[in-house]
């Protein structure tokens, strides 16, 4: 099956930094892939639609300038958060969808990167 | 706009109990459904889908049909294992171009031996 990965799996920063997380689609191309956070106890947000070779559409409420997407070849997308706060703490999860699934749409979720910031 | 909702968890089960988690959504045209299970520290692994009225999506156990009059995807097993203890989230994505997923709040289970 599909397998999507991200990098790292675990990250602690200090306040201030910025951290940066891949996500690779191992075995398959894909055009868009998808950013998430998820919150204790709580369902997955989208934050942001990650498209190959143009920019990436944020969802309402998501800082841009803060949450930095790039999607720069078919198989690797990254999410760059800067100037990390304590606040931004939380599970990224990233995924990709096969650009030759058809009707269904299945998306290949990463295994998610936690991010501790201090 | 598009919604998903789940029971509210969480449930309880002993060891091959038989297990029902509803699922109701709302959605234009004609959506594809999914069950997703995250394990404890883990991301999130499609269990099942199906992407039109009476469809039937199964896997390890796991039965979910379509149902578009009573707008349901209810999530079965007839027989739960301690290892089926995870966070089943229900999600629907509307067919057709690069459409985004939208997810239920997740249901924890967790079974006892």
């Known amino acids: 099956g599909a397998v999507v990965s991200q990098h790292p799996s675990w990250v602690i920063c200090k306040s201030g930094t910025s951290v940066k997380i891949e996500c690779r689609s191992l075995?398959?191309?894909?055009?868009?892939m998808f950013w998430y956070r998820q919150f204790p106890k709580q369902s997955l947000m989208l934050m942001a639609t990650s498209n190959e070779g143009s920019k990436a559409t944020y969802e309402q409420g998501v800082e841009k300038d803060k949450f930095l997407i790039n999607h720069a070849s078919l198989t690797l997308s990254t999410l760059t958060v800067t100037s990390a706060h304590p606040e931004d703490s939380s599970f990224y999860i990233c995924?990709?969808?096969?650009?030759?699934?058809?009707?269904?749409?299945?998306?290949?979720f990463g295994p998610g990167t936690r991010l501790l910031v201090l | 706009g598009n919604s998903v909702t789940q029971m509210e968890g969480p449930v309880t089960l002993s060891e091959e109990a038989f297990l029902t988690i509803n699922c109701t959504y709302t959605?234009?045209?004609?959506?594809?459904l999914f069950w997703y299970v995250q394990y404890p520290g883990e991301g999130l692994q499609l269990l099942l889908k199906a992407t039109k009225a009476d469809d039937k999506g199964s896997n390890k156990g796991f039965e979910a049909t379509y149902r578009k009059e009573t707008t349901s995807f209810h999530l079965e097993k007839g027989s739960v294992q301690v290892s089926d203890s995870a966070v089943y989230f229900c999600a629907l994505s509307r067919s057709g171009g690069y459409q985004k997923v939208t997810f239920g709040t997740g249901t924890k289970l967790q079974v006892i031996p």
């Open positions: 075995d398959f191309q894909a055009t868009t």
């Open positions: 959605a234009t045209g004609y959506p594809s």
């Open positions: 995924s990709a969808r096969d650009v030759n699934s058809g009707r269904g749409e299945t998306q290949y």
